[in-house]
């Protein structure tokens, strides 16, 4: 029986990329990097930086250190990277918005009898925070961050632990998130029913069940279908 739905946040409830994307522009402005490739070049050594974090290679400071580093090819000491930082993370946070379907999914989920649970891969502290400044502490009944367990998604010990802290079975929980990888492959990797949320129609060859939008997500307090 259908317990929990399990939301991804970044590109799932709120609206990351484009945060991101507009953030990174004008803080490298600053830095007299004007090019039309920077929203790009950023995304593509943050996704490397943070798994690595994700992996526990890195420690969640470090991660940003070494984007800043590598991104403006700045040879500086952690202090003074921990301050070029918070030049885009000032512009990053200005940006955060939810998608307009959020906050109706999770009231959806709760009105069915579920738990609405927010599974991320992000830092517990900064998705707390997250989750406060856009209004969606009271919609959701548990923040489990990936940073206090093992691994973060797709890796099997985030699905299996998270599963076992909420005390409920793997027959019990729904994953819907925007990556087909880490939130979709990675429950189903483990015997997870998953739904991927593809607003963008980037995956319309997945072979997986997929929705445009978190306004087509079906729940009931049974085993979901229909999706």
């Known amino acids: ?103 109706s999914a999770l009231r959806k989920v709760r009105a069915a009898g579920l738990n609405a649970v927010v599974f991320t891969n992000g830092n517990e502290d900064h998705q707390r925070y997250k989750l406060d400044r856009l209004g969606l502490a009271n919609e959701v009944d548990v923040l489990i961050s990936s940073e206090t367990l093992p691994a973060g998604k797709p890796d099997p010990r985030a699905f299996l632990q998270t599963v076992d802290r909420l005390g409920l079975t793997k027959a019990d929980v729904l994953m819907v998130g925007d990556s087909l990888e880490k939130d979709v492959h990675g429950a189903l990797a483990v015997g997870i029913d ?24 079906s729940v009931a307090s049974s085993p979901v279908s229909g999706l």
């Open 1 to 103: 029986m259908l317990q929990a739905v399990l939301f991804d946040l970044d590109g799932t409830l709120v609206d990351q990329e484009s945060a991101a994307a507009a953030a990174v522009v004008e803080w490298a402005a600053e830095h007299g990097i004007t090019d039309a490739y920077v929203a790009d070049r950023w995304a593509e050594l943050s996704d490397k930086h943070y798994m690595r974090y994700q992996r526990r290679e890195l420690t969640f400071p470090e991660q940003r250190r070494r984007r800043v580093r590598a991104f403006l090819g700045a040879t500086v000491s952690d202090a003074e990277a921990d301050e070029l930082f918070l030049g885009y993370l000032r512009r990053y946070e200005a940006g955060w918005t939810l998608f307009e379907d959020a906050v």
């Open 194 to 217: 998953a739904v991927l949320v593809d607003r963008y129609d980037a995956h319309a060859g997945a072979q997986v069940r997929r929705i445009r939008s978190l306004h087509e997500l």
